[in-house]
C-alpha cells in the first residue's frame, strides 16, 4: 500500500548558475527526509531504483508546475519537464530539468526559489515509490491538503532501530564497518566452532543483545539474526516464499498421507502418488480420502490393536502376500 505526500514545504532551492536554470538539480536527498508535520520518509539508491522503473513504465515526462496546479485541478501549465533522474552517492536523486523560457527567467532572477515534490511512499518500509509531480513555489501549503490525500504514519520506521543495532552487533563481532548481514551469521557460525572460553564475553553480550536467556542453541541465535535481516527487509522475497510454501506443502501432504495409510484407504505403493496429488491439491486429496473405501481392512486384521506380534501371523502374512503389502507396513500401519 501507497501513500501520497504533497511536500508543500521548503525540502530544497534550487539555484541558478552563471544567471540560468539549472539543468541537474537534486529532488530528493539520501537518506531519512522528513515533511513538517507528515513524519519521515527513506531516500536511497533503492528508492531511486524503483521511483527509475515507475518512470520508465509510464513513458512520460515528469511535470513540474506552479504551486501544485496539476494537484488543485486548476490551470496548470508547466514550468518545466523533468525528462531524465539519477543517484548520486552521498547527495541523493537528481533530476534533470527542461525549463520553459518564462520559468528559466524567473528562477534566474530569484523571483521563484524553491520546489515540493508530490511524491508516494511506501507504508510497509516509508521507502519513496514514485513521483507525481513538482512544483514551483514560494510559499509553504502545509495546510491546504486534498481531503483524499494520507498522512504519513508518525514516529521513527522501526528499520533504522534495526539497522542500529545491526551496527553493534558488527562491532561486537570485530568485523569492518562494511560487513554484510551474512558475514554477520558467518561469524556467528564460527563462533560456535571455537572453545567456550575464548568467545564467552563476546557470546554472552551478543545474546543480551538478542533477548536470549544462554540456554538456547546456535541454531536460536542464528534465527534471532535471521529475525533481524527479516525486519531491515520488510519483505520476504519470492524464492523464499516460494520454498515456505513448498515445505508447508510437504509437511501438509506427509500427514495426510500417513493418516489415509493407517486408516487402510491407500497401500504402501499408491505413497508416491498420494504425495504428489496431496502437494499438488491438497483439499481434493482431503475429499478423495473420505469418499474412498478401505482397501486394507487394518482394523479387521486378527489380534490386538496393540499387539505386534499379534498382528503379524501366518494367514495375516498370507492375506497381505496376496496384496503386495510387506511385514514391515503391517507392523508400521496396522495398528
Known amino acids: 500500500m501507497k501513500t501520497i505526500i504533497t ?14 536554470a539549472p ?26 531504483r524503483i521511483v527509475a522503473a ?28 523533468i525528462t531524465d ?8 536523486i537528481m533530476a534533470r530539468a527542461r525549463w520553459t523560457d518564462e520559468a528559466a527567467g524567473y528562477i534566474a532572477k530569484a523571483e521563484y526559489r524553491y520546489f515540493s515534490p508530490v511524491f508516494f511512499i511506501r507504508k510497509t518500509d516509508h521507502r519513496l515509490v514514485a ?20 498522512k504519513l504514519v508518525p514516529g521513527e520506521p522501526k528499520e ?14 570485530g568485523l569492518a564497518e562494511t560487513a554484510a548481514e551474512d558475514d554477520v551469521l558467518a561469524a556467528v557460525a564460527t563462533l560456535a566452532d571455537k572453545k567456550p572460553e ?21 541454531s536460536a541465535v542464528v534465527a534471532s ?51 504428489d496429488y496431496a502437494k499438488s491439491n491438497l483439499p481434493g486429496f482431503t475429499l478423495f480420502v473420505v469418499k474412498a473405501p478401505v482397501v486394507i481392512p487394518v482394523k479387521k486384521l486378527p489380534g490386538k490393536k496393540d499387539d505386534e506380534a499379534a498382528l503379524v501371523n501366518d494367514t495375516t502374512l498370507t492375506v497381505a502376500k496376496m496384496m503386495d503389502v510387506s511385514e514391515e507396513d503391517i507392523k508400521k500401519y496396522g495398528k
Do not use: C
Open 160 to 173: 533504522e532501530e534495526a539497522m542500529e543495532f545491526l551496527k553493534k552487533l558488527i562491532a561486537k563481532l
Open 23 to 48: 539543468e541537474w538539480f537534486l529532488l530528493f536527498s539520501a537518506g531519512w527526509n522528513e515533511v513538517e508535520g507528515q513524519g519521515k520518509f527513506l531516500v536511497d539508491e533503492t528508492a531511486h
Open 85 to 92: 533522474i539519477r543517484w548520486e552517492e552521498g547527495r541523493g
Open 131 to 150: 513521483v507525481h509531480s513538482v512544483a514551483l513555489t514560494n510559499a509553504p501549503k502545509t495546510n491546504h491538503l486534498t481531503p483524499i490525500l494520507a
Open 198 to 218: 575464548t568467545v564467552e564475553v563476546v557470546a554472552k553480550d551478543i545474546l543480551t543483545a538478542l533477548e536470549l536467556t544462554g540456554d538456547e542453541d546456535t
Open 54 to 81: 515507475y518512470l520508465k513504465r509510464r513513458g512520460n515526462d515528469l511535470v513540474i508546475d506552479y504551486e501544485h496546479a496539476t494537484v488543485d485541478g486548476t490551470k496548470a501549465p508547466a514550468a518545466a519537464w
Open 225 to 275: 539474526i535471521h529475525a533481524l535481516r527479516q525486519q531491515t527487509k520488510g519483505t520476504v522475497s519470492r524464492v523464499e516464499f516460494d520454498r515456505l510454501q513448498g515445505q508447508l506443502a510437504q509437511q501438509d501432504a506427509e500427514k495426510i498421507v500417513a493418516k489415509a495409510m493407517t486408516d487402510g484407504k491407500i497401500t504402501p505403493d499408491q505413497k508416491d502418488w498420494a504425495m
Open 7 to 20: 511536500a508543500r514545504s521548503t525540502l530544497s532551492a534550487i539555484t541558478a548558475k552563471d544567471g540560468k
